[in-house]
Nanobody
Framework: VQLQASGGGLVQAGGSLRLSCVAP????????MGWYRQVPGKQRELVAA???????NYADSVKGRFTISRDNAKNTVYLQMNGPKPEDTAVYYC?????????????WGQGTQVTVSS
């Protein structure tokens, strides 16, 4: 079963964008979640994570600009992107935070493309 990420698109540098990702199943509420991104030729990297209790942490590259949040009633995790930069251009995915969960609990899905223009 795949995760469904949405909300991507073309945004100007300095603008804002909000990504959403819906996960199937009641297990979402206990899942430590993360937002990942990938550009061609590079490995997928974790940029933001949130525990089941709401504690968050971020990669240095996005700290202070991106905010991860979750709504367990809607099985949804969000990524608010404020002040995006061209280097944030990537396909964004959500899944469990592998560092805490030990593995990804769902199939990756197609992700959502974010393109930041300068």
């Amino acid at each position: 079963v795949q995760l469904q990420a949405s909300g991507g698109g073309l945004v100007q540098a300095g603008g804002s964008l909000r990504l959403s990702c819906v996960a199937p199943g009641s297990i979402f509420s206990i899942a430590p979640m993360g937002w990942y991104r990938q550009v061609p030729g590079k490995q997928r990297e974790l940029v933001a994570a949130i525990t089941s209790g709401g504690d968050t942490n971020y990669a240095d590259s996005v700290k202070g600009r991106f905010t991860i949040s979750r709504d367990n009633a809607k099985n949804t995790v969000y990524l608010q992107m404020n002040g995006p930069k061209p280097e944030d251009t990537a396909v964004y995915y959500c899944n469990t935070d592998r560092r805490r969960a030990g593995s990804t609990w769902w199939s990756w899905g197609q992700g959502t493309q974010v393109t930041v223009s300068s």
